[in-house]
């Protein structure tokens, strides 16, 4: 069921329920992080592996403390740029959090996400919210209830309606090592502006398919349901000129008038890049509807989240 009913979601997550909650990246699926039976749920939901950890979600960095050890005073530097907002802190965990949360891992994820309806949900509860992305393992992240109730409707009792994400791809993922910022995922914060903040690069732990240890790098990634293959436009045209072709362009639809081509998407016409990031998500998914073979995507300019936006599709990509 879809609806607005923010005490309804309140009341069966202290039940151990599931609620799919609208975060400004993507819609999560939210259970009691500290209930193992409840987070269990979640893995069966979506058919997570177990050595996926979970991000653990709360509304105020003072909570951060309780669930793990802050031990850089670049973590708050962060967190007082950019929370709530679309970064992960990995950190050493406290014994608190049940060890399904990080599959077995020391340190866990935490996140303030920057939804009001998902914060005042959060402060209502006596505990804080595991939430990975509301959809099955390997696919496309929900940017509207409908795409959550699409996959995973049966599945959950409740999804709480936020609207459209604004962010619209998931958070970035940092872990502080030794005063240095590794970013573990690109996302809604782009590296330039961490780097702004700490005065100093950051290093980019590279996507890695042989790494489990951050799975969240697995190359497979963001199925869209459909072939896709990355690069320019025009040169891969050429190599499908026998099939029926679907684009997702940047920011200019010239291609509309090519033979071949069934339907023509662009991220941003006026090419911002925080609107292609909005968009970018519910057009792979509507291309799953069109009638194509193959759709072909254009590259973001790399910069910026124009390197996120890359990262999601090269993964769509990826057989
Ligand atoms: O924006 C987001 O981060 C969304 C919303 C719902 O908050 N959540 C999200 O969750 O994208 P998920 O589970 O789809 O992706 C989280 C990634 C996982 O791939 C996992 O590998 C990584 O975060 N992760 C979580 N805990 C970790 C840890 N302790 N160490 C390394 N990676 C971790
Ligand atoms: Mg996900």
């Known amino acids: 069921m879809i609806g607005s009913d923010q005490k309804y979601a309140a009341e069966l997550l202290m039940q151990g329920e599931l609620v799919a909650i609208p975060t400004e990246t993507v819609y999560g699926l939210a259970a009691n992080a500290l209930n193992e039976d409840a987070v269990i749920n979640i893995f069966e939901a979506k058919q997570r592996p177990k050595f996926d950890p979970l991000i653990v979600h709360t509304h105020d960095v003072s909570e951060f403390e309780k669930f793990a050890i802050i031990e850089s005073d670049l973590v708050y530097q ?3 740029r950019f929370c709530p907002g679309p970064i992960t802190f990995i950190l050493p965990k406290r014994d608190i959090i049940p060890d399904i949360v990080t ?30 992305s509301a959809n099955p393992f390997g696919f496309t992240s929900p940017t509207t209830a409908l795409h959550v109730q699409n996959q995973l409707g049966e599945k959950i009792p409740y999804i709480l309606d936020g609207g459209k994400c604004e962010v619209g791809i998931e958070s970035t993922i940092v872990k502080v090592v030794d005063d240095e910022v590794e970013v573990l995922r690109l996302g809604g914060i782009s590296v330039e502006e961490i780097e702004s903040v700490i005065g100093k690069r950051v290093k980019r732990v590279k996507t890695s398919s042989s790494n489990p240890t951050a799975p969240g790098m697995l ?14 436009i025009e040169k891969l045209l050429s190599e499908h000129r026998n099939q ?7 920011d200019n639809n010239r291609y509309e008038s090519f033979e071949n081509v069934t339907e023509v998407k662009v991220l941003s016409p006026t090419g911002s890049l925080s609107d292609a990031t909005q968009n970018l998500f519910s057009y792979l998914r509507d291309f799953q509807k069109s009638n194509i073979e193959i759709l072909i995507a254009e590259p973001a300019p790399a910069k910026g989240l124009g390197l996120a936006i890359n990262d999601r599709l090269k993964r769509a990509a990826a057989k």
Do not use: W
Request: hydrophobic share 40%.
């Open 78 to 80: 962060l967190a007082e």
């Open 103 to 132: 599959s077995g891992h020391e340190t866990v994820g935490l996140r303030i996400p920057n939804h009001q309806l998902t914060l005042d949900l959060l402060k209502r509860l006596s505990f804080p919210l595991a939430a990975p």
């Open 219 to 232: 190359s497979s990634h963001y199925n869209p349901g459909v072939k896709v293959e990355v690069g320019d």
């Open 244 to 250: 029926k072709v679907g684009i997702l362009a940047f």
